[in-house]
């Protein structure tokens, strides 16, 4: 059925209790009795009018809002009330023709007492029809204008009832005060009203008059109260019929305000949702021009690294330049000083810049990565603060108050995130996997050395791999005839040695910064997760329904 499917749809998008409720009970009270609700302002004469339409002071009449409770009557061979749910009161009646009617008398529209407002606003939409109760010294007032529009957005049938006519004693003055309902009506409801202009009070005088065996003065009280014709309309006029016909578009009625109601909370919705899909892709947009930037920075990084390697091949190039000359020959059987003034003139301060360089550039990847992080979470924190105020229609659904909870959480883990950071840990940390990523192949020991220190290691086995190529001894005994070939083999195992090592750095240096930039993407995908499957559990949720 058409309400199930509404019902079942709705609960999907999470719609309010109360509107779930409001479809079970259309649902249900198809096979219920017609259901009259009587509305108005609580001093409009609500319970005088139900009494004399029932012929008896049934009910409690007053100037103050006396009804608490939706006063429900229902034929019952003997008069008894008992209490029902949701503050309702149900009233058994010896009166016929209630028999296919139920009588529903709500606390006023403009009740002091809130609750007795919200009693009567909630079980409108439970109606068939509507007998809108308004005095005639006070016609459409400001909070029965207000009512009457929330009974039209349930597209409700009303027909109003002018009581206390009998206050006003000039004929055009009545006639105004019937054309000021009847405009205001069309106004509200797209037509002509219904209008039943009747003093309750001569009416039930009459009827009592009646009771007393006093037909003459029943029969003037009768006439002055305008009564009958709407007596005739709730008894006669309301047919079989017209009352299945007012029934079915009662469930109607209730769920086209809900269809709508919800339409515009779909589109509302998409709408933030788009938003939301555009915060992340921005997210992603960010973080690909960072990962752009980062490794066009990286190689200026990078490049002083090398440099510093470079500049140390020139350095040997010079040195073996001035040391393999004939004029040095004899120092050439001098290995020891040969490998001091190497170690001093040409490795110099090599491993100590190096290791200068990769801390440097240690520091810059986790500063960056750090700046980054903070910029995405400071974004959405300023995305969720951009929303906080923002009402989905007039829902008060989870929906919000999830995808709020879900940014806040964001940013106060990304803040919790940035108050452990520890920059040192880091960077020691991130210097570690360099030294083991750069010496796992090498033939060197490096134990808990530093990098610098294991630099030392492996410069210094550079020399060693020279004076193998270098064979002092014999190239101060064949002096002319080798020394220029020497010259230039050593010159190129030197380049041959450096470049090994400029290889080994940089491929070390290179991985570990991909490593950690992927890291990093990793660790903002995951901060961001539940934000993620949130946006896009919900855009499928209401494709479904769209």
Same mark, same amino acid.
């Given at each position: 059925? %058409?309400l199930?499917?509404?019902?079942?749809?709705?609960?999907?998008?999470?719609?309010?209790?109360?509107?779930?409720?409001?479809?079970?009970?259309?649902?249900?009270?198809?096979?219920? $009795?017609?259901?009259? *609700?009587?509305?108005?302002?609580?001093?409009?004469?609500?319970?005088?009018?139900?009494?004399?339409?029932?012929?008896?002071?049934?009910?409690?009449?007053?100037?103050?809002?006396?009804?608490?409770?939706?006063?429900?009557?229902?034929?019952?061979?003997?008069?008894?009330?008992?209490?029902?749910p949701?503050?309702?009161l149900?009233?058994?009646?010896?009166?016929?023709? $209630?028999?296919?009617?139920?009588?529903?008398?709500?606390?006023g529209?403009?009740?002091?007492?809130?609750?007795?407002?919200e009693?009567?606003?909630?079980?409108?939409?439970?109606?068939?029809?509507? %007998?809108?109760?308004?005095?005639?010294?006070?016609?459409?007032?400001?909070?029965?204008?207000?009512?009457?529009?929330?009974?039209?957005?349930?597209?409700?049938?009303?027909?109003?009832?002018?009581?206390?006519?009998?206050l006003?004693?000039?004929?055009?003055?009545?006639?105004?005060?019937?054309?000021?309902?009847?405009?205001?009506?069309?106004?509200?409801?797209?037509?002509?009203?219904?209008?039943?202009?009747?003093?309750?009070?001569?009416?039930?005088?009459?009827?009592?008059?009646?009771?007393r065996?006093?037909?003459?003065?029943?029969?003037?009280?009768?006439?002055?109260?305008?009564?009958?014709?709407?007596?005739?309309?709730?008894?006669?006029?309301?047919?079989a019929?017209?009352?299945?016909r007012?029934?079915?578009?009662?469930?109607?009625?209730?769920?086209?305000?809900?269809?709508?109601?919800?339409?515009?909370?779909?589109?509302?919705?998409?709408?933030?949702?788009?938003?939301?899909?555009?915060?992340?892709?921005?997210?992603?947009?960010?973080?690909?021009?960072?990962?752009?930037?980062?490794?066009?920075?990286?190689?200026?990084?990078?490049?002083?690294?090398?440099?510093?390697?470079?500049?140390?091949?020139?350095?040997g190039?010079?040195?073996?330049?001035?040391?393999?000359?004939?004029?040095?020959?004899?120092?050439?059987?001098?290995?020891?000083?040969?490998?001091?003034?190497?170690?001093?003139?040409?490795?110099?301060?090599?491993?100590?810049?190096?290791?200068?360089?990769?801390?440097?550039?240690?520091?810059?990847?986790?500063?960056?990565d750090?700046?980054?992080?903070?910029a995405?979470?400071?974004?959405?924190?300023?995305?969720?603060?951009?929303?906080?105020?923002?009402?989905?229609?007039?829902v008060?659904?989870?929906?919000?108050?999830?995808?709020?909870?879900?940014?806040?959480?964001?940013?106060r883990?990304?803040?919790?995130?940035?108050?452990?950071?520890?920059?040192?840990?880091?960077?020691?940390?991130?210097?570690q996997?360099?030294?083991?990523a750069?010496?796992?192949?090498?033939?060197?020991? *490096?134990g808990?050395l530093?990098?610098?220190t294991? $630099?030392?290691?492996?410069?210094?086995?550079v020399?060693?791999? %020279?004076t193998?190529?270098?064979?002092a001894?014999?190239?101060a005994?064949?002096?002319?005839?080798? $020394?220029?070939?020497?010259?230039?083999?050593?010159?190129?195992?030197?380049?041959?040695?450096?470049?090994?090592?400029?290889?080994?750095?940089?491929?070390?240096?290179?991985?570990?910064?991909?490593?950690?930039?992927?890291?990093?993407?990793?660790?903002?995908?995951?901060?961001?997760?539940?934000?993620?499957r949130?946006?896009?559990t919900?855009?499928?949720?209401?494709?479904?329904?769209?």
């Amino acid at each position: 059925m %058409l309400l199930e499917e509404l019902r079942v749809q709705l609960a999907r998008l999470g719609a309010v209790d109360d509107d779930l409720a409001l479809l079970r009970q259309a649902h249900q009270q198809m096979d219920d $009795l017609f259901l009259l *609700v009587i509305a108005g302002e609580f001093n409009a004469g609500k319970s005088a009018f139900l009494n004399a339409l029932l012929g008896d002071k049934l009910l409690t009449e007053g100037v103050t809002p006396t009804t608490s409770h939706i006063h429900i009557l229902r034929y019952g061979e003997t008069l008894q009330q008992e209490s029902g749910p949701d503050d309702t009161l149900l009233i058994q009646l010896p009166v016929a023709w $209630l028999q296919n009617v139920s009588l529903v008398d709500t606390p006023g529209v403009n009740a002091v007492i809130q609750r007795h407002q919200e009693i009567t606003e909630d079980f409108v939409p439970r109606s068939d029809l509507v %007998l809108f109760v308004t005095s005639a010294d006070r016609p459409f007032s400001e909070s029965e204008r207000v009512f009457l529009e929330n009974i039209r957005r349930w597209s409700k049938k009303v027909v109003f009832v002018v009581n206390k006519i009998d206050l006003i004693e000039n004929a055009a003055d009545r006639t105004k005060i019937l054309d000021f309902v009847r405009e205001h009506g069309r106004h509200l409801f797209g037509a002509d009203p219904q209008i039943f202009d009747v003093s309750a009070r001569l009416a039930m005088q009459a009827k009592q008059a009646l009771d007393r065996g006093e037909p003459e003065a029943h029969k003037v009280l009768w006439q002055a109260s305008n009564f009958a014709p709407l007596e005739q309309y709730i008894r006669v006029t309301l047919n079989a019929d017209e009352k299945l016909r007012l029934k079915l578009e009662n469930p109607l009625g209730i769920a086209a305000r809900l269809i709508d109601k919800y339409t515009t909370l779909i589109g509302e919705r998409q709408h933030l949702l788009r938003d939301d899909f555009e915060t992340l892709d921005t997210i992603e947009d960010q973080f690909a021009a960072y990962e752009r930037d980062m490794r066009r920075d990286f190689a200026y990084q990078n490049n002083r690294i090398e440099n510093v390697l470079y500049e140390m091949v020139e350095r040997g190039d010079k040195y073996f330049d001035e040391v393999l000359r004939l004029t040095r020959i004899l120092e050439l059987v001098n290995s020891e000083k040969l490998r001091g003034d190497f170690e001093r003139e040409v490795v110099g301060d090599t491993s100590r810049q190096i290791e200068r360089h990769v801390n440097d550039l240690i520091d810059w990847m986790i500063d960056k990565d750090y700046k980054q992080w903070r910029a995405v979470m400071d974004y959405i924190r300023r995305r969720a603060n951009q929303h906080a105020d923002r009402i989905i229609g007039t829902v008060d659904s989870d929906f919000e108050l999830n995808r709020q909870n879900l940014l806040t959480s964001i940013g106060r883990n990304a803040q919790r995130v940035a108050d452990s950071f520890d920059r040192e840990t880091e960077s020691l940390k991130m210097a570690q996997e360099v030294q083991r990523a750069v010496f796992q192949t090498a033939a060197v020991e *490096v134990g808990a050395l530093g990098l610098g220190t294991a $630099l030392v290691l492996i410069l210094q086995g550079v020399w060693l791999d %020279l004076t193998g190529i270098l064979g002092a001894s014999a190239v101060a005994a064949l002096g002319l005839y080798v $020394l220029p070939y020497k010259r230039n083999q050593v010159k190129a195992e030197l380049r041959k040695q450096v470049a090994e090592l400029r290889t080994q750095l940089n491929t070390a240096i290179t991985g570990q910064f991909e490593r950690e930039l992927a890291a990093s993407h990793t660790r903002l995908q995951e901060a961001i997760a539940p934000y993620t499957r949130f946006v896009r559990t919900e855009r499928e949720k209401l494709e479904k329904l769209d």
